[in-house]
């Protein structure tokens, strides 16, 4: 949240909810977030796709969990409702923290439910319209198969949801 408020010039952070993850956006929020944070930085920072988004979530391991799931996320089972700070559950194995659990994260793409039945094999970027956007890696709310690596959601881009956030990725030119 903490970098949130100094991009976005909201109201200041309690210190006790500096680390956690700003949620409670819609996708256009998060679209407005990242053009101050580009204008500001000057780097090329974006949502990831879908498929890159899946790819992060596994850690090179190919289950559906990349460890047991009290141990690697928040969910409805033990979080008390509420998101936790990030980065206090074990990572996978690319030592990303967060990618099951705690909150939702918005990715690029437009939701097709049959996108990938015919999708480029090579570095999928979804759909090129559409009527919602990709939201994975469940929430505090949420367990079960909610949970899981392969699991797709979609949202209302235009809608904000208290378990919904957001993971940047950067674009790197050599």
Same mark, same amino acid.
């Given at each position: 949240?903490?970098?949130?408020?100094?991009?976005?010039?909201?109201?200041?952070?309690?210190?006790?909810?500096?680390?956690?993850?700003?949620?409670?956006?819609?996708?256009?929020?998060?679209?407005?977030?990242?053009?101050?944070?580009? *204008?500001?930085?000057?780097?090329?920072?974006?949502?990831?796709?879908?498929?890159?988004? *899946?790819?992060?979530?596994?850690?090179?391991?190919?289950?559906?969990?990349?460890?047991?799931?009290?141990?690697?996320?928040?969910?409805?089972?033990?979080?008390?409702?509420?998101?936790?700070?990030?980065?206090?559950?074990?990572?996978?194995?690319?030592?990303?923290?967060?990618?099951?659990?705690?909150?939702? =994260?918005?990715?690029?793409?437009?939701?097709?439910?049959?996108?990938?039945?015919?999708?480029?094999?090579?570095?999928?970027?979804?759909?090129?319209?559409? =009527?919602?956007?990709?939201?994975?890696?469940?929430?505090?709310?949420?367990?079960?198969?909610?949970?899981?690596?392969?699991?797709?959601?979609? $949202?209302?881009?235009? $809608?904000?949801?208290?378990?919904?956030?957001?993971?940047?990725?950067?674009?790197?030119?050599?």
């Amino acid at each position: 949240r903490a970098t949130w408020q100094e991009i976005m010039g909201s109201e200041p952070v309690k210190p006790d909810e500096r680390d956690l993850p700003q949620s409670g956006l819609s996708y256009d929020d998060v679209q407005t977030f990242l053009q101050a944070l580009r *204008e500001r930085t000057g780097l090329a920072f974006r949502l990831p796709t879908e498929a890159e988004w *899946e790819k992060c979530c596994r850690g090179g391991n190919p289950s559906a969990l990349y460890g047991p799931l009290d141990e690697i996320a928040w969910h409805s089972g033990n979080s008390g409702g509420r998101p936790h700070p990030v980065g206090t559950k074990r990572p996978n194995g690319f030592g990303l923290f967060d990618m099951l659990g705690n909150v939702w =994260e918005w990715c690029s793409d437009w939701y097709g439910a049959d996108y990938y039945a015919a999708s480029p094999p090579v570095d999928p970027a979804g759909p090129s319209r559409g =009527e919602r956007r990709v939201a994975r890696g469940g929430g505090y709310l949420h367990g079960g198969n909610y949970l899981r690596s392969a699991h797709r959601n979609n $949202q209302d881009p235009a $809608q904000s949801r208290p378990f919904l956030g957001f993971r940047l990725v950067l674009d790197l030119t050599l």
